[in-house]
């Protein structure tokens, strides 16, 4: 089946420093695949998503490429801000459209 | 457009009571519709999911259980609260690929 692995926390970084986190992912063809955040408190939200290979998802600054020959969906932003502290799950999709997240990776940005 | 409300916010419970929480969407039909318990150290778990009234599976084996009365009403359950039954649930609803959430419930089991 698909699987997924996400690089594990916390991610420390300095204001306007360069971000990366990798996802690496298994699958037979070439599924969707997505970026959630979740901001302190409260629920996941969807970031970005790829539907097939070499798509670019972007949103808010951040992007990912779908790349098939290193199959891989790391999410990257060029300068990040303090508000961009939370957790970055890439998750799993099964059937009947069921997300499986994991732990996701912690995100914090200092001033 | 599409909204999803889930309630209480937050909540404190004693060991051994029961508990509901409650979760609604507007402004779509026949949404498939889950609940995830977010607890330290154990990730984002995916609990139940429904693809319709009266159809509930179950993820994981738990002392919880769920039930969607109402087509965009789904609700989660438990009989007698356990201390591990503490953490961060949150409901969700999908249309095609995409997952959108509820705000979640806080849930102190003590």
Redesign the interface.
């Known amino acids: 089946g698909n699987s997924v692995t996400q690089m594990e926390g916390p991610v420390t970084l300095s204001e306007e420093a360069f971000l990366t986190i990798n996802c690496t992912y298994t699958a037979t063809g070439y599924p ?1 695949l ?1 970026w ?1 955040v979740q901001y302190p ?6 970031l970005l ?1 790829a ?1 097939k290979a070499d798509d670019k998802g972007s949103n808010k600054g951040f992007e990912a490429t779908y790349r098939k020959e290193t199959t891989s969906f790391h999410l990257e932003k060029g300068s990040v801000q303090v508000s961009d502290s939370a957790v970055y ?1 890439c998750p799993r ?1 099964g059937d ?9 990776t912690k995100l914090n940005v200092k001033p | 457009s599409q909204t999803i409300h889930q309630w209480p916010a937050t909540l404190v419970q004693p060991v051994g009571s029961p508990l509901s929480l409650e979760c609604t969407v507007e402004g779509t039909s026949n949404p498939n519709l889950y609940w995830y318990r977010q607890a330290a150290g154990r990730g984002l778990q995916l609990l139940f999911y429904s693809v319709g009234i009266g159809q509930i599976s179950s993820e994981v084996p738990q002392n919880l259980s769920a039930s969607r009365p109402q087509d965009r009403q789904f609700i989660l359950s438990s009989k007698k609260l356990l201390l591990s039954d503490s953490g961060f649930y949150l409901c969700a609803w999908s249309i095609r690929e995409k997952l959108f959430f509820g705000s979640g419930t806080q849930l102190s089991v003590l």
């Open positions: 969707s997505f959630y408190g409260e629920g996941l939200q969807l998503k539907t799950f999709r009947f459209n069921k997300f499986y997240f994991g732990s996701g």
